[in-house]
């Protein structure tokens, strides 16, 4: 996931780029950009949440009912394999990009917080 939504992240860099150089230093510039990275990356967290969650809901279904008779032991266990590969990628995933989330946040509170202390603006 992380890599099919490289075209968004560059786009997204691309309206920060422009803001900044079409408004000079104006921080509203750099907060709706880092607004849209986050918007971004919170969008596909919740994509890799739900796909995380589609497997779980398939292992509970796969325990509560009967093994399938169709094809052989080994090809279940690879399968089986490449199932657990796949949800430990969704998780490793899945940390990276709430840790994204949750840096971006935090970057705009900061630029907030330093914008309120710079202009005296009262809280």
Do not use: D
């Amino acid at each position: 996931m992380v890599t099919g939504c490289a075209p968004f992240f560059l786009l997204a860099l691309a309206g920060v780029a422009l803001g900044s150089w079409v408004f000079g230093s104006h921080i509203a510039a750099r907060l709706l950009g880092l607004a849209g990275l986050a918007l971004f990356l919170l969008y596909f967290a919740l994509l890799n949440w739900t796909a995380q969650a589609r497997i779980r809901l398939r292992r509970e279904e796969k325990t509560g009912g009967a093994p399938g008779e169709s094809g052989g032991a080994r090809q279940e266990a690879r399968s089986e394999e490449a199932r657990g590969e796949w949800a430990h990628y969704l998780r490793a995933e899945g940390w990276i990009l709430w840790l994204g989330v949750g840096v971006l946040l935090a970057v705009i509170l900061l630029l907030v917080l330093r914008v309120r202390q710079k202009t005296g603006f009262p809280g």
